[in-house]
């Protein structure tokens, strides 16, 4: 009975193993077809999302290239201008240059033949509402055409930080900007024949004792030459005795002080006392002097150089030396020329004006201007540049640059020269004393200015 029993239990414990490893291995084979399942799909998934991907890339290089087809949308600004021919040159040569750089923007220009005509022109179409968006002229016009309400304040276009001073000084109107010095030019300076001197005296003391040394009136030899017909030449030591002309933000006229009295001062002791110059040299006659070398030192202006350089003669640049007694080095009138925004100029074709004036402001581009034209930079720190450094004429001819002061508008330097004239030769003949002509310089200018009295009366 006891073996049945074991039998039947021992078939019953078979069975079970049996059923269990039927179940395991059903296990493995559900968990391999899992593994395969999941397996597949990550692999599909992959597949899909780099499918994706570069379907992506491929959109985004199709749009780069449609961008690339699609022509670029310019932006068109007008420059009229009334440059000399050299100026001229050097204006398209850097338009050009300014439009491979700037793709967008487009410049077109128009030349003048006359400053008047352009203004005319300009001042008429810009009342109109239209006309160019920039105009490059000298800065004598900008008096006009800021009066007419035609010219766009300069805000933050420039920073007129870097800027020379007397550029500066001549960029107002009714204490706003309204043009952008670009180069300046006309400016006198000191020149010296450096076969007859080695080196330029430091103020007119020494200026005086070389004359002295040299001079022989029969044989025509001087040791210095001025100018003293023309009152721009004059002038200049009236800063140099630390006093001016004019109030450049009302342009009221301040000729009767003590620096002007003692620049006439000076014109009668190397005149009438000391005789140390002659009377009635003329600029012709003194500038064919230098060339010949009869003369060791002459005040001229930049325009000069050129002339005296295919002369051959071996000379030197200087500042206008210390007035004589006094401390400060005299500081001639400069000009230059400018851009003016029109004031019908906003949006797109504003903001190309901006990249256009930092552009033409570059190192670069003020010291290519001066080796091509006979205008020179306006930035201050640009003698610092090893390339402009290294041409002595041009670094010593812009020191003297650094300290002028800004030429008044043409109108009212007629006046003052006019005023000057008549009351210099008065001095210098013995008619009329330095204290009593600088009275009668103001006087007389003042006259002139509201067309009370002529030219011609004053010589009365």
Not at 245 to 260: F, G, H, M, Q, R
Request: hydrophobic content about 35%; some cysteine.
């Amino acid at each position: 009975m006891h073996r049945k029993i074991n039998a039947q239990e021992n078939n019953i414990q078979k069975k079970r193993t049996f059923l269990l490893l039927v179940v395991y291995v059903l296990l493995c084979i559900l968990c391999v077809l899992l593994t395969l399942v999941f397996t597949s799909c990550k692999t599909r998934e992959a597949g899909i999302a780099k499918n994706e991907s570069q379907k992506e890339v491929s959109e985004s290089t199709s749009e780069e290239a449609l961008r690339e087809e699609e022509p670029v949308q310019k932006v068109e600004i007008t420059i009229w201008d009334s440059c000399e021919a050299k100026e001229r040159l050097a204006l398209v040569e850097s338009n050009d240059n300014f439009m491979k750089e700037n793709p967008s923007i487009k410049i077109e220009t128009r030349h003048f033949r006359s400053q008047e005509e352009l203004e005319d022109q300009f001042e008429a179409a810009s009342l109109a509402g239209s006309g160019p968006e920039l105009v490059l002229m000298s800065m004598d016009s900008m008096i006009r055409l800021a009066s007419s309400n035609v010219l766009k304040e300069i805000t933050s276009e420039v920073d007129y930080n870097r800027i020379i001073d007397g550029l500066v000084e001549i960029s107002r109107y009714n204490g706003r900007n309204y043009i952008i010095p670009f180069r300046s030019s006309d400016f006198l300076v000191f020149f010296y024949n450096k076969d007859l001197v080695e080196e330029a005296p430091t103020n007119f003391e020494g200026v005086i004792e070389h004359c002295k040394k040299v001079n022989d009136f029969k044989k025509q030899i001087y040791g210095w030459l001025l100018n003293e017909a023309e009152p721009d030449w004059i002038i200049p030591f009236i800063g140099g005795y630390s006093d001016w002309i004019v109030d450049y933000d009302s342009y009221s006229l301040a000729l009767d002080n003590k620096a002007t009295e003692k620049t006439l001062e000076f014109l009668n002791y190397i005149y009438s006392e000391e005789k140390i110059l002659p009377y009635e040299v003329g600029y012709e006659e003194m500038n064919q002097l230098f060339k010949n070398g009869s003369v060791s030192m002459i005040i001229n202006g930049t325009w000069a150089i050129e002339e005296y350089k295919n002369g051959g003669l071996n000379f030197g640049i200087s500042k206008i030396p210390i007035a004589w007694q006094g401390s400060k080095n005299p500081t001639p009138l400069i000009s230059g020329t400018g851009f003016m925004i029109n004031v019908n100029c906003y949006g797109n074709e504003l903001e190309a004006i901006k990249a256009y004036i930092d552009y033409m402001l570059s190192e670069e581009i003020q010291i290519s201007w001066t080796w091509n034209t006979q205008s020179f930079p306006v930035l201050k720190d640009i003698d610092s540049n090893s390339t402009f450094s290294n041409d002595e004429l041009i670094y010593e001819a812009f020191q003297q640059a650094k300290i002028c002061r800004g030429k008044p508008y043409d109108k009212l330097m007629r006046v003052i020269r006019d005023a000057f004239r008549t009351n210099i030769e008065n001095v210098i003949r013995g008619n009329i004393t330095p204290s009593e002509a600088v009275v009668k310089i103001q006087e007389d200018a003042i006259k002139l200015r509201s067309e009370g009295l002529d030219v011609e009366e004053l010589k009365k």
